[in-house]
């Protein structure tokens, strides 16, 4: 039970920079995901709260104590891998009492704790068996109930469902949600899966190339992108971006349409961002609509629940989320406007979101 | 072209090339031990071995050898590997420099030590010169079984423990780096990481690394005649002496048997000591 504190970490590898000055608190009892592309860092933060990596700079806190010159063991903290680590040539029982029998705790202790951890993983059953007798989830199952039997302060997982195929990912997703939630241990979970960090997390921290760009929650993350890449790397599909050209008193110039925007003409130019599923599809132009935008349908792909459509605005993409019944064609001219309150404005010259 | 015969006939040269040189020999071998020249089963060359003067000692000097240098080797080996497997520069170089004794035939490798501990050699001229023993000192003499003994187990442990090495680092090489770090972060020290995962995960290779030494062991010669000529006897030493001295190959034929029974039966005991259960297996 503890808060991380992590101060202007930073990690080079030769040249390269994987880490650049990371400042974030987590807090007791939090559930922050740590989320993006593969080489944009996350691993490396993780590994650096693990002491399985040494910071270049900065200083990692856990509770009151300053973690980041000890020994992993001496941090208070369990882990579980991308690939598991169950040792294979342990039983089921063995490995999740190794951390326990490290400790030097009593067999009546060891028994009593890789009993419970293996009941709230519902692994009871498995005991006996050795790690090769085991499917991928079972083994995963094996790793979280091996981490949580230490009763860690910190729990720091890496990428621990990326193995699995996709319906069991979402079944251990909501397991490993509740299980965590009980056990009341602050966790840092790395993940490149949106879908896994958004339905998981109290907070998400999304990483890129070596720099935390948003640290929000998930509704959030998703609803005010701090920043473009945010808006494009969160989201199936992402958010549309539009160039904008300014016309003064706070109107901006959308594909040859006027849009109402920022004030202030500081900036040469703006980008307006919109979700697809945050548009409104007119049936034709009409005085009702005299601001609607035009694009050209490309690209129709029924996705059961919703139809996508690629569509062109004036040579940028755009892509609308339709009813599953509407009846657009490739080639047809869609109107739609925005939901004003959900634009979101993006300088292109700093890709951040305008305050 | 691809035909159902064709694997056998792919596998036949070597089987034709097991059947005259090992089979053949190996049965030509047994009945020379247990055929009299009469043509009848006969147990009598055994009785003539068991019963000759020489035979307990052989058996006991060669089961003291293989006990004094295998045990030492496999520790020393796992050492050597550990260090090498730590290394992050001139892992190769330290490598290759530990193996050189590898490319020694056993002779050669016998007679360099000879030169150290012969009564002119270099540890009687160094110790002289330092001062510390007045005459030269009969290391390898008669009498003194104690230190030949000594000298072939540290000819031997330098000559043979490279390949043990060499197996070893590249089975430590196969053990992912995940079970250390996790290891590591459960709170396992450098030396619990040692016993807790690298041994277990290393029995396959200590396996053939064993077999292969206990084996070669037993079959020690040409250090032992090097060192201490007749003054030590060994079971391959009177093998030779049966068959070249005393002329009489079925004597030597039933020591070779012996032998041979010797290297089944401590590979059988190698291969069970060392199972890894079933499931386990990565």
């Given amino acids: ?355 | 072209m691809y035909s159902r015969n064709l694997p056998y006939l792919l596998l036949l040269p070597a089987t034709l090339f097991l059947c005259i040189f090992f089979l053949y020999p190996f049965v030509l071998v047994a009945w020379q031990a247990f055929v009299s020249d009469t043509g009848e089963f006969t147990s009598e060359y055994f009785m003539e071995m068991a019963t000759h003067w020489k035979f307990n000692t052989a058996l006991t000097n060669t089961f003291m050898l293989a006990l004094a240098v295998v045990p030492f080797q496999i520790a020393l080996a796992l050492y050597m590997a550990t260090l090498v497997n730590g290394m992050k520069r001139g892992r190769d170089l330290i490598l290759y420099v530990w193996t050189i004794p590898l490319g020694i035939s056993d002779l050669a490798a016998g007679i360099i030590w000879l030169a150290i501990f012969e009564q002119t050699g270099f540890l009687n001229s160094m110790l002289q010169g330092l001062g510390v023993i007045e005459q030269p000192v009969g290391f390898l003499g008669y009498q003194s079984k104690g230190t030949i003994f000594l000298a072939i187990v540290l000819a031997e442990i330098w000559r043979a423990t490279a390949i043990v090495l060499v197996i070893l680092v590249a089975g430590m090489g196969l053990i992912p780096k995940e079970y250390y770090e996790a290891a590591e972060v459960f709170g396992a020290s450098r030396w619990k990481q040692f016993t807790r995962i690298t041994l277990p995960m290393l029995k396959p290779s200590l396996q053939t690394a064993m077999i292969l030494r206990v084996i070669l062991a037993f079959e020690v010669f040409a250090v032992v005649v090097a060192l201490g000529g007749t003054n030590l006897p060994i079971l391959m030493g009177e093998i030779y002496t049966w068959q070249y001295d005393l002329r009489d190959s079925s004597v030597a034929a039933a020591y070779a048997l012996v032998v041979l029974a010797i290297s089944i039966a401590f590979t059988l005991l190698i291969m069970w000591g060392l199972r890894t259960p079933k499931g386990a297996r990565v």
């Fill in chain 1, 1 to 355: 039970m503890a808060e991380i504190r992590i101060n202007q970490v930073a990690k080079q590898f030769g040249d390269t920079h994987a880490l650049h000055s990371i400042d974030l608190t987590i807090a007791d009892q939090e559930f922050l995901v740590l989320l993006g592309a593969s080489g944009c860092g996350k691993t490396t933060l993780l590994r650096i709260v693990a002491g399985l990596e040494t910071a270049s700079a900065g200083e990692v806190w856990i509770g009151d104590r300053r973690v980041d010159h000890l020994a992993p063991k001496d941090r208070g903290i369990a882990m579980v891998f991308q690939n598991y680590a169950v040792f294979p040539h342990l039983t089921v029982f063995e490995n999740i009492a190794f951390g326990l029998r490290m400790a030097k705790l009593p067999q009546s202790e060891v028994e009593k704790r890789v009993n419970r951890t293996a009941s709230l993983m519902h692994i009871e059953n498995l005991l006996k068996r050795y790690s090769g007798q085991l499917s991928g989830g079972q083994r995963q199952r094996v790793a979280v109930a091996r981490a949580l039997a230490t009763e860690p302060e910190v729990l720091l997982m890496d990428e621990p469902l990326s193995n699995l195929d996709a319906l069991l990912r979402m079944e251990m997703r909501a397991e490993l949600k509740t299980v965590l939630a009980e056990s009341k241990t602050t966790t840092i979970y790395v993940t490149h899966d949106q879908v896994e960090a958004m339905s998981m997390a109290d907070r998400i921290a999304v990483m890129n190339k070596g720099h935390i760009v948003q640290a929000a929650s998930a509704v959030d993350v998703y609803r005010n992108p701090a920043a473009h890449f945010v808006g494009s790397f969160i989201g199936n599909p992402p958010m549309n971006f539009l160039d904008a050209k300014p016309l003064g008193d706070g109107w901006w110039d959308v594909a040859g349409t006027r849009v109402k925007g920022p004030v202030g003409g500081q900036y040469p130019a703006l980008q307006l961002g919109i979700r697809p599923e945050d548009i409104v599809v007119h049936d034709a132009p009409s005085s009702a609509h005299p601001d609607s935008l035009s694009a050209t349908v490309r690209v129709l792909e029924p996705l059961g629940s919703h139809l996508l459509a690629s569509c062109k605005v004036d040579n940028q993409m755009l892509r609308v989320v339709l009813d599953s019944n509407a009846s657009a064609k490739p080639g047809d001219q869609l109107h739609w406007s925005p939901v004003p309150d959900r634009i979101r404005w993006f300088d292109p010259a700093t890709e951040l979101a305008l305050p």
